[in-house]
């Protein structure tokens, strides 16, 4: 089975994902990550040198390559992944793929990523906390009808990893 990770940037994916995977014996694979070592690139180096364009094309194409794996995975994709190029309904047509929604309010969202902007190159100019929360709330709120489409949602707010990965089995198993 692959279990696909999604939601906003810093829900948690990736670090939730190594945890889950380590409790289930699965494999981790970061999408984000698979780009940049395919690409010998950062994301934020993507961006910039490459486009936003071509990023989204990476990423689809190796989503589509990623979900025809065979063995038990946990794949954690980018926050903008479900929302480009059909690759949600992708998700969800991919066979033996479950897919979970990492639910985060906007305050959450907006208290994380001013700390962790630096590597997201969508992000990384915004300085002010009210910009911030401004950007995100119009940003999620285009892309909340993609990750809404996710078979399960999983709140993380006011939550420690422990207890998000403990309401993830319960929904998975
Ligand atoms: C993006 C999220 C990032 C990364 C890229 C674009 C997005 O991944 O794919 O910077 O469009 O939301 P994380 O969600 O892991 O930060």
Do not use: C, D, F, Y
């Given at each position: 089975m692959i279990i696909v990770l999604i939601g906003y940037m810093a829900s948690g994916k990736t670090s939730l994902g190594k945890k889950l995977a380590e409790k289930l014996n699965y494999s981790f694979i970061d999408l984000d990550d698979f780009i940049e070592d395919k690409e010998n690139l950062s994301v934020s180096d993507v961006f910039k040198i490459k486009g936003e364009i071509y990023f989204r094309k990476q990423e689809f194409h190796y989503l589509k390559?990623?979900?025809?794996?065979?063995?038990?995975?946990?794949?954690?994709?980018?926050?903008?992944?479900?929302c480009y190029s059909g690759n949600m309904d992708v998700i969800l047509n991919a066979e033996n793929v479950k897919s979970i929604y990492l639910k985060a309010?906007?305050?959450?969202?907006?208290?994380?990523?001013?700390?962790?902007?630096?590597?997201?190159?969508?992000?990384?100019?915004?300085?002010?906390?009210?910009?911030?929360t401004e950007f995100i709330g119009k940003h999620l709120f285009e892309r909340v009808q993609f990750y809404n489409q996710a078979e399960t949602h999983v709140t993380i707010d006011n939550k420690t990893k422990d207890d998000v990965i403990e309401d993830i089995i319960l929904e998975l198993f």
């Open positions: 390559q990623l979900l025809q794996a065979k063995n038990n995975i946990i794949l954690s994709v980018g926050g903008g992944t479900p309010s906007l305050s959450t969202l907006v208290n994380k990523l001013m700390k962790k902007k630096a590597k997201r190159p969508l992000i990384a100019h915004i300085e002010t906390k009210e910009e911030m």
